[in-house]
Nanobody, 124 residues
Framework: HVQLVESGGGSVPTGGSLRLSCEAS????????MAWFRQAPGKEQEAVAG???????LYSNSVKDRFTISRDNAKKSLYLQLNNVRPEDTGMYFC???????????????????WGQGTQVTVS
């Protein structure tokens, strides 16, 4: 069982930056995919970025060129650097993980086995 704990959320002005962190209790020894999702009040959950053990980072069109996903295997941690944020980036950001790999055709689907509790990002 994988436990995920997010941190780093807060209030940030438009155009500002923020770094979110997600610490995993453990990671699958074989392939895996970790991703960030977000949900704004009254809106559906949206995939933001994904990163697997193998392959390149994957991003939604709405954050590409502004957000950067990365990981530190030694710390079992996933990060999301938010730059040039906009009011529409406001929402609860969730970290998710699965023992399957990250694939361009499926990473954005919310079919992950493990989810964190979320960290709130507010852009004003």
């Amino acid at each position: 069982h994988v436990q995920l704990v997010e941190s780093g959320g807060g209030s940030v002005p438009t155009g500002g930056s923020l770094r979110l962190s997600c610490e995993a209790s453990t990671l699958p020894k074989s392939n895996y995919c970790m991703a960030w999702f977000r949900q704004a009040p009254g809106k559906e959950q949206e995939a933001v970025a994904g990163l697997g053990r193998y392959g390149s980072p994957l991003y939604s069109n709405s954050v590409k060129d502004r957000f950067t996903i990365s990981r530190d295997n030694a710390k079992k941690s996933l990060y999301l650097q938010l730059n040039n944020v906009r009011p529409e980036d406001t929402g609860m950001y969730f970290c998710a993980a699965t023992g399957n790999g990250c694939y361009s055709g499926s990473w954005a689907q919310p079919s992950y086995s493990y989810w964190g509790q979320g960290t709130q990002v507010t852009v004003s």
